[in-house]
């Protein structure tokens, strides 16, 4: 009996810690992979470009590691690197820079469809502003304007393959 305490105890203690450990983790964070080339050169740098060194995998896409946003009026600033459910299709999500947040004024420097400046944009309350990094093939608040908060599912902190590094 002593025996079977001594095997017991140590792993149901061992699994019992594994499983609310990861159950925190997972509960706020999250891997995404991260498709097309809206924000290259931050992510996706290699996105289109196919050489005998780059490994098939690598020249595709990256993949993120999400921290999931609860409190999004604290949690989320100027530059941070968001993924938020696409306005145009909510079964798809998106991954954009925010530009601005509530309350701001952001001049886009994009030009309209027809070559013109846009005007200046009041962002209003609960919304943001998002863009690609790479504006020539970025669907963002440009085309669909400023976002709702409660769109936004997470911030991405680091690119975890195909090469490593904190954003």
Same mark, same amino acid.
């Given at each position: 009996?002593?025996?079977?305490?001594?095997? !017991?105890?140590?792993?149901?203690f061992?699994?019992?810690?594994? =499983?609310? &450990?990861s159950?925190?983790?997972?509960?706020?964070?999250?891997? +995404?992979?991260?498709n +097309?080339?809206?924000?290259?050169?931050? %992510?996706?740098?290699?996105?289109g470009?196919?050489?005998?060194?780059?490994?098939? %995998?690598?020249?595709?896409?990256?993949?993120?590691?999400?921290?999931?946003?609860?409190?999004?009026?604290?949690?989320?600033?100027? +530059?941070?690197?968001?993924?938020? !459910?696409?306005?145009?299709?909510?079964?798809?999500?998106?991954?954009?820079? !925010?530009?601005? %947040?509530?309350?701001?004024?952001?001049?886009?420097?994009?030009?309209?469809?027809?070559?013109?400046?846009?005007?200046?944009?009041?962002?209003?309350?609960?919304?943001?502003?998002?863009?690609?990094?790479?504006?020539?093939?970025?669907?963002?608040?440009?085309? =669909? &304007?400023?976002?709702?908060? +409660?769109? !936004?599912? &997470?911030?991405?902190?680091?690119?975890?393959?195909?090469?490593?590094?904190?954003?």
């Amino acid at each position: 009996m002593k025996r079977l305490r001594e095997i !017991v105890f140590p792993a149901v203690f061992v699994s019992t810690s594994v =499983y609310a &450990g990861s159950t925190f983790i997972l509960d706020r964070y999250w891997l +995404g992979c991260v498709n +097309g080339a809206s924000m290259k050169p931050t %992510l996706n740098s290699e996105w289109g470009a196919y050489s005998r060194n780059a490994s098939p %995998l690598s020249s595709i896409r990256d993949w993120i590691v999400i921290k999931r946003v609860r409190n999004h009026k604290q949690e989320l600033k100027i +530059g941070d690197i968001i993924v938020f !459910v696409s306005p145009e299709d909510p079964r798809t999500t998106a991954v954009k820079r !925010v530009k601005a %947040l509530p309350g701001e004024i952001f001049q886009p420097k994009r030009l309209n469809s027809e070559g013109y400046s846009q005007t200046a944009k009041l962002i209003p309350k609960g919304h943001i502003w998002v863009e690609g990094d790479n504006s020539s093939s970025s669907i963002d608040s440009n085309n =669909y &304007g400023p976002i709702p908060m +409660g769109l !936004v599912q &997470g911030k991405a902190t680091c690119v975890l393959f195909p090469n490593f590094r904190w954003l």
